[in-house]
């Protein structure tokens, strides 16, 4: 697993990749595939609640508000 440093250095580079797909699709995706469970996602959630401003300022930066 990586660690933060590591996390945050990559993060730019994900954005880009996952520019203009549509988030819900994706997730229909990976959980119909079995690739994720629902409790999964649902914990990803509940961190992405947590991290909530954190996430904000990168939605900003890669022009997810939009």
Not at 7 to 16: C, E, I, V
Not at 35 to 50: C, E, F, H, Y
């Amino acid at each position: 697993m990586m660690n933060p440093m590591q996390m945050m250095n990559k993060f730019p580079q994900f954005m880009q990749q996952m520019r203009g797909k549509n988030p819900n699709q994706m997730l229909n995706e990976l959980l119909s595939s079995g690739k994720v469970n629902q409790d999964q996602i649902n914990q990803a959630q509940k961190m992405a609640d947590q991290m909530g401003g954190r996430l904000n300022q990168f939605k900003s930066m890669f022009g997810f508000n939009k």
